[in-house]
């Protein structure tokens, strides 16, 4: 078969890890005859420097014409001024708004053998195997009024977590569905004891559970359940959430999995079904790390894992998506490590040579 697909390698290690990534697609590709028609296309600082943008409407519609977007990076501290017009993130924004990912996935699998790299106990998080479905393109991040003014008494501000019962009647859809093809559990967190835009979240939330009686639904304050993540993360299955909270609850469970090198995402466009292909651009968790950029050190596994999502949500190739998969457990068993995985007694590795082992084992 064959697929086109945008790269958008960005900042930082961005363009590294995007280098493995690619030399796994590509060998996928050979192994399964498929054929990846690759077109690069800048965002973040880069975009900044060399295009005036953090992304150009050029870049959106190559996008547009592609059947997935793959992106590694953006920021670093030459574009962190606050003051600057733009920033990289504003591409991120954009992109997510402008192609319509309205479901961010952020599975947290935490592999067997990596159970010694984290700060908690391994009989914690030892067979952590969750989702996060984050609402992706409402809440505070764009709901209006958004604005900073001054008035006689001093300067104000405002965002406004503003939620329609479509937007959140979509993503619990996804929760729900994901939730079925998984063990079934589904928790729907908000903040409906103080917020009104949580209340109605609710609401909906429940009303959408009739269509879905097979799966258990629970509601979870999202306090509570920045508590619950870390006492007993292995409760949880599916986890859905509106934006901001899915942000930073995405960050603390990203810390069970070790390291934020490990964790792949996808933010889709629609509902995913089995077989079935759905937009989606795909980008580790992790940021551009601009002190580990040039090194040879940085982590591609999180990246390399975005790929399997993506030829599994977004090219409906189940088998290929696997094969990515059991061939990055095979390596970690085999006990080759990046830096930031690193423990005594294992093979320290850098970020090519991560990315041809993983290549070796398709
Ligand atoms: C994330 C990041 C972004 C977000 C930033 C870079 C705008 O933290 O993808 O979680 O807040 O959504
Ligand atoms: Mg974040």
């Known amino acids: 078969m064959q697929f086109r697909l945008t790269v958008l390698p960005g900042d930082g290690i961005g363009p590294e890890v995007m280098e493995e990534a690619i030399r796994v697609l590509h060998t996928v590709g050979e192994r399964f005859h498929h054929h990846f028609d690759l077109h690069n296309g800048l965002i973040?600082?880069?975009?900044?420097?060399?295009?005036?943008?953090?992304?150009?409407?050029e870049t959106i519609e190559m996008c547009r014409r592609s059947n997935a977007v793959l992106l590694g990076a953006v920021g670093g501290?030459?574009?962190?001024?606050?003051?600057?017009?733009?920033?990289?993130?504003d591409g991120l924004l954009s992109l997510r708004k402008g192609l319509k990912l309205f479901a961010n996935l952020r599975p947290v699998k935490v592999f067997p053998t990596l159970v010694n790299c984290t700060t908690l106990k391994p009989d914690v998080?030892?067979?952590?195997?969750?989702?996060?479905?984050?609402?992706?393109?409402g809440g505070l991040y764009f709901g209006k009024p958004k604005k900073q003014w001054t008035t006689a008494r001093g300067r104000k501000a405002v965002d406004s977590m503003l939620y329609s019962e479509q937007e959140i009647e979509r993503i619990a859809r996804v929760g729900f569905e994901l939730a079925r093809t998984r063990r079934k559990k589904l928790a729907s967190v908000d903040k409906a004891n103080v917020l009104q835009s949580s209340r109605l979240w609710r609401q909906v939330v429940t009303e959408?559970?009739?269509?879905?009686?097979?799966?258990?639904?629970?509601?979870?304050l999202v306090d509570a359940c920045a508590m619950r993540l870390?006492?007993?993360?292995?409760?949880?299955?599916?986890?859905?959430?509106?934006n901001t909270f899915g942000d930073i609850l995405t960050d603390e469970a990203s810390m069970l999995a070790g390291s934020m090198g490990m964790l792949p995402s996808a933010s889709l466009a629609g509902v995913p079904r089995s077989g079935?292909?759905?937009?989606g651009l795909y980008e580790?968790?992790?940021?551009?790390?601009?002190?580990?950029?040039?090194?040879?050190?940085?982590?591609p596994i999180a990246t390399i894992l975005s790929v399997a999502m993506m030829l599994r949500h977004s090219l409906a190739l189940e088998q290929e998506a696997s094969l990515i998969e059991t061939a990055v457990s095979r390596?970690?068993?085999?006990g080759y490590r990046t830096y930031d995985i690193m423990e005594d007694g294992k093979q320290r590795v850098g970020t090519k040579e991560m990315g041809e082992l993983i290549t070796a084992r398709l």
């Open 284 to 299: 580790p968790i992790h940021g551009s790390a601009p002190k580990r950029a040039g090194q040879d050190m940085a982590n």
């Open 331 to 334: 390596v970690l068993e085999e």
């Open 230 to 242: 870390i006492q007993r993360p292995t409760d949880f299955d599916v986890i859905v959430t509106e």
């Open 276 to 279: 079935k292909r759905t937009f």
């Open 208 to 220: 959408l559970a009739s269509e879905y009686p097979d799966v258990h639904l629970d509601h979870v």
């Open 44 to 57: 973040g600082g880069i975009a900044i420097d060399r295009e005036g943008a953090a992304l150009s409407s």
């Open 77 to 89: 501290p030459k574009w962190d001024d606050p003051q600057a017009p733009v920033h990289p993130e």
């Open 125 to 137: 998080i030892r067979g952590v195997d969750l989702v996060v479905v984050r609402e992706l393109t």
